[in-house]
């Protein structure tokens, strides 16, 4: 089986290197373009796989192919590969905003075997989360062999289209907000007298561990902050103020937001 990405940025980095780490694909069925040498020689040096300039290449060569470059450069990619794209292979879009019906009109309307989905920048250490959602064109053994690559670098869920851009909004984007929450406590650690490179790790494994509480224990959210939250205690003195300068809404405005960009994109 080989696979193909067009663009080799960050995410589609990540993505390979989670498929070279857990063993789902080998180097020698790995092809890759992108529109500078530098990038190119970039994976070639990291994952000793087949490079080009030349995205038609790619297509041609590929059982499977992610579509892995930004939403506004997916209808140039598209014209460039239409008329070398086979039926018989499967395309991954990662473009947030662009919907299967997008991307049929784009290859022409023709019987293609399309997924979408949305990963985030955490698969870069293996933790990404990947909304997935098939065209009807795609078998139930197909859906499998794409979840399995995608799960190679994280946790991967098929969403109805209609979620795709909650997904953004929630997953997608998401790790741009907790990392800001991150820098924030620890600049508030440092104010009060910690040393930077100190008040990053302990704001940062604080995170990890709240989040693997909530996935690991099932409780809701809502009852592992009680749990913390002592009576006449310092965490309820927190929380309070954070209600007060409208912490939730102020997240929840973040998120919709955001959702509603990705569906004008």
Known sequence: MTIGFIGLGNMAGAIIGGMLKKGVA??????????TEKTLNTAKEKFNMHVTLDNREVARNADILFLAVKPGFMGEVIDQ????VTEEMLIVSIAAGKTLDYLYEAF???????????????????????GVCPSNNVSEQELSQV???????????????RLMDVVVGISGSSPAYVFMFIEAMADAAVAEGMPRA??????AQAVLGSAKMVLETGRHPGELKDMVCSPAGTTIQAVKVLEEKGFRAAVMDAVEACVEKSRNL
Do not use: H
């Open 108 to 130: 022409g309307n023709r019987a293609l075997k399309i997924i979408r989905c949305m990963p985030n920048t955490p698969a870069l250490v293996l933790e990404g989360c990947t």
């Open 81 to 84: 590969i239409k008329d070398v």
């Open 198 to 203: 100190q008040a990053y790790e302990f704001a």
């Open 26 to 35: 080998e180097q020698s069925a790995l092809w890759g373009s992108d529109k």
């Open 147 to 161: 979840l399995c690559l995608l799960q190679a670098f994280g946790t991967a869920s098929v969403v109805p289209e």
